[in-house]
């Protein structure tokens, strides 16, 4: 994964349980959980900003509910890969929780022990699992009320996975898709060097397909998707200049 190694086989760390296998680590007082601290008040903000008409409790309920939505699915997404991996006879080495969320550990991404349908099926967990959820979001949204508080959350439950199964998919190392595109293309014969220059073309094509997108959003001032967009295109592009890799 493109990351600093946030845990190293011989950091200080404290287990605090095992989920499918895996290690569920902290350091120091970097498990807080800042980021469901920070998600409530600006999910409390969307909600207002989508019905003006509510008062200031109603937000903070909408808030409360939908937060756990959105960051779950962040969790949910995780540990999906997690089974995947015990699926595959080849568990992770940690998941270290920063900031009340959860972070893959992988000592070596290039672990020989483990097969190019391992290194797949490792990565699959999480896009499947988010594209089951937001098919069964599908499925409910027309079964709950118009403008009631189910209805944000089955909205945010639908946007949510489907944001994470999409980006997710992006062949960009670091995500899922750059470690799928990478060991699909060793399975056929390529070195893992090869493969590694292959992904980096990849992403030299898709920097510019992105940028573009992303610079149509902006001038329709869809500030947000914009934004995002031109994010990822510049990630895109440092991959492909080979400044941003999975591991030195």
Same mark, same amino acid.
């Given at each position: 994964?493109?990351?600093?190694?946030?845990?190293?086989? *011989?950091?200080?760390?404290?287990?605090?349980?095992?989920?499918?296998?895996?290690?569920?680590?902290?350091?120091?007082?970097?498990?807080?959980?800042?980021?469901?601290?920070?998600?409530?008040?600006?999910?409390?903000?969307?909600?207002?900003?989508?019905?003006?008409? =509510?008062?200031?409790?109603?937000?903070?309920?909408?808030?409360?509910?939908?937060?756990?939505?959105?960051?779950?699915?962040? @969790?949910?997404?995780?540990?999906?890969?997690?089974?995947?991996?015990?699926?595959?006879?080849?568990?992770?080495?940690?998941?270290?929780?920063?900031?009340?969320?959860?972070?893959?550990?992988?000592?070596?991404?290039?672990?020989?022990?483990?097969?190019?349908?391992?290194?797949?099926?490792?990565?699959?967990?999480?896009?499947?699992?988010?594209?089951?959820?937001?098919?069964?979001?599908?499925?409910?949204?027309?079964?709950?009320?118009?403008?009631?508080?189910?209805?944000?959350?089955?909205?945010?439950?639908?946007?949510?996975?489907?944001?994470?199964?999409?980006?997710?998919?992006?062949?960009?190392?670091?995500?899922?898709?750059?470690?799928?595109?990478?060991?699909?293309?060793?399975?056929?014969?390529?070195?893992?060097?090869?493969?590694?220059?292959?992904?980096?073309?990849?992403?030299?094509?898709?920097?510019?397909?992105?940028?573009?997108?992303?610079?149509?959003?902006?001038?329709?001032? =869809? @500030?947000?998707?914009?934004?995002?967009?031109?994010?990822?295109?510049?990630?895109?592009?440092?991959?492909?200049?080979?400044?941003?890799? *999975?591991?030195?």
């Amino acid at each position: 994964m493109i990351k600093p190694p946030f845990v190293r086989p *011989e950091d200080d760390v404290k287990v605090v349980g095992r989920v499918f296998d895996t290690p569920l680590v902290v350091k120091g007082g970097t498990w807080f959980p800042l980021a469901q601290l920070a998600a409530w008040p600006i999910l409390t903000w969307v909600a207002g900003r989508r019905k003006p008409e =509510r008062s200031w409790g109603q937000r903070l309920v909408v808030g409360a509910l939908t937060m756990p939505v959105v960051l779950g699915s962040e @969790w949910c997404h995780n540990l999906a890969h997690a089974a995947a991996a015990r699926l595959v006879g080849k568990p992770m080495d940690a998941i270290r929780i920063v900031w009340g969320m959860p972070l893959l550990i992988y000592y070596d991404i290039n672990d020989a022990s483990v097969s190019p349908p391992q290194h797949i099926g490792r990565a699959l967990g999480g896009p499947i699992f988010n594209t089951l959820i937001w098919v069964v979001a599908r499925l409910l949204k027309p079964m709950v009320r118009s403008g009631s508080v189910a209805e944000d959350v089955v909205e945010v439950a639908e946007k949510t996975n489907a944001f994470l199964a999409g980006v997710g998919m992006l062949p960009i190392p670091g995500i899922d898709g750059g470690p799928i595109l990478k060991w699909s293309l060793v399975e056929r014969g390529y070195t893992t060097d090869g493969a590694d220059l292959a992904v980096r073309k990849v992403n030299g094509a898709l920097g510019v397909v992105l940028g573009g997108v992303g610079a149509v959003a902006l001038k329709r001032r =869809r @500030w947000l998707e914009g934004g995002f967009l031109l994010m990822m295109a510049g990630t895109a592009l440092i991959v492909a200049l080979g400044i941003l890799k *999975e591991q030195e």
